[in-house]
């Protein structure tokens, strides 16, 4: 075996498939109708730093200025010259040529959006469709959907609406009942479409709204709350029959041998720590639970629990384009004290395809960086560099929610 160094490790890791373990892309009409760089950038991570391009020039050079090493632009610029071919940077001057291209090149391919998935690396991406849980976009030569649960949560009454102004009773069409009744229709509902191939993981980012800490069941809680008008349920009765629901969920997965994908960190920072997970990992022990982020920002925290509990699966989802150095460290350390290697995997988390793209690179980047450091610290044989990284990039992926027909 040849000396490595960090390019040879690189190019090999550029030469691999990469499949993601999450992702929200925007449905086709989003893509055909009048795209631009400054639509493209609206829906991006670069958008939630408070920079959002408005089409006029001031606007825009705010947002060079403010955020232009953020690890969120630098991969979506990379991302954007990756899929449309461009190789200056994005600046003020060339920022209408540059838009210019980013419209004709959606508008001559309507499917592009989607293609230049496949035609840059990817070979596969689990969709979490959160506005239409389980949908795979209508192209499922690319995604193959997760279930996400959240909706299910809120279905306390036919008038309590959840996220997205979605009305969980009208969406899967629960026509009243008991609570067991309700309860049923979530496992029909899934169960049907988990028959039909449309349901790789199940998927819930309540972190964005509430605590962690599911607890563990309060029945009488949760039939209490049952069909009472929203106006007559407190919040806690509502948290408690959350937690009701995603006690159901968690065995469902379990028993439809299915992963339980988790937002973890950021979100609602004051009640995403990982750690708050502790109880549930230990009440569902036959259920695969697959922490994202890394727990962003608590990565020690992620890490002890991937090295304490069999049943958790770390994802850096995100966690690569939240901060490429933080990323770098994050997988040497699950490295080091994950359970399982084969239980360490990746997602992008994008709604737009010049992010997916920019985000497999950090990836990619993250990958080739840490086993790099391991080969020269002595830690990591050159044999052992190509297995690893196939790992990975896809092979875990592949595993754990399904090879590519
Ligand atoms: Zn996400």
């Not at 989003?30 to 939630?48: I, N, P």
């Not at 609602?268 to 109880?279: C, E, F, K, T, V």
Request: with cysteine; net charge negative.
């Amino acid at each position: 075996m040849p000396e490595r160094n960090l390019s040879s490790i690189r190019a090999d890791v550029d030469a691999l498939p990469v499949y993601s373990d999450h992702e929200h892309h925007l449905p086709d009409s989003f893509f055909t109708e009048g795209m631009s760089l400054d639509k493209s950038l609206s829906r991006t991570y670069v958008a939630w730093t408070g920079f959002v391009p408005d089409s006029g020039p001031a606007s825009r050079a705010a947002l060079l200025d403010n955020v232009r090493y953020n690890s969120y632009f630098v991969w979506y610029e990379r991302g954007l010259q990756r899929m449309h071919g461009i190789t200056e940077p994005l600046t003020m001057e060339n920022w209408e040529y540059i838009s210019g291209i980013v419209s004709k090149n959606h508008r001559q391919n309507p499917d592009l959006h989607w293609q230049a998935l496949l035609n840059n690396g990817y070979e596969r991406l689990i969709q979490d469709a959160y506005w239409n849980p389980g949908d795979d976009m209508g192209h499922p030569e690319a995604f193959v959907p997760t279930f996400r649960i959240d909706k299910f949560l809120y279905g306390y009454h036919p008038d309590q609406v959840a996220p997205d102004d979605i009305y969980p009773w009208e969406l899967y069409g629960f026509e009243g009942g008991t609570l067991d009744d309700y309860i049923a229709c979530l496992r029909e509902t899934v169960k049907r479409r988990h028959a039909a191939g449309l349901v790789a993981a199940l998927k819930c980012a309540e972190a964005y709204n509430r605590r962690l800490d599911f607890d563990q069941d309060d029945r009488a809680a949760a039939e209490a709350a049952f069909g009472r008008p929203p106006e007559l349920v407190s919040s806690e009765a509502r948290r408690l029959f959350s937690n009701y629901v995603f006690n159901r969920c968690c065995e469902l997965a379990a028993e439809l041998q299915v992963p339980f994908q988790i937002h973890t960190g950021l979100g609602h920072l004051g009640g995403s720590n990982p750690m708050l997970l502790l109880p549930v990992l230990e009440r569902h022990a036959d259920t695969r639970f697959v922490l994202f982020h890394t727990g962003y920002p608590w990565i020690a925290e992620a890490a002890g629990l991937a090295h304490n509990y069999a049943n958790v699966i770390s994802s850096l989802t995100w966690t690569a384009t939240i901060s490429t150095t933080t990323a770098v460290r994050a997988l040497q350390e699950l490295l080091d004290v994950a359970r399982s290697v084969n239980r360490i995997t990746w997602g992008s988390d994008c709604w737009v395809p010049e992010e997916s793209i920019g985000a497999q690179l950090a990836w990619r980047h993250v990958v080739a960086q840490a086993l790099t450091e391991r080969y020269e610290q002595g830690t990591l044989r050159a044999a052992d560099v190509q297995p690893l990284a196939c790992k990975l990039l896809f092979e875990n992926n592949r595993n754990i929610y399904g090879a590519i027909d």
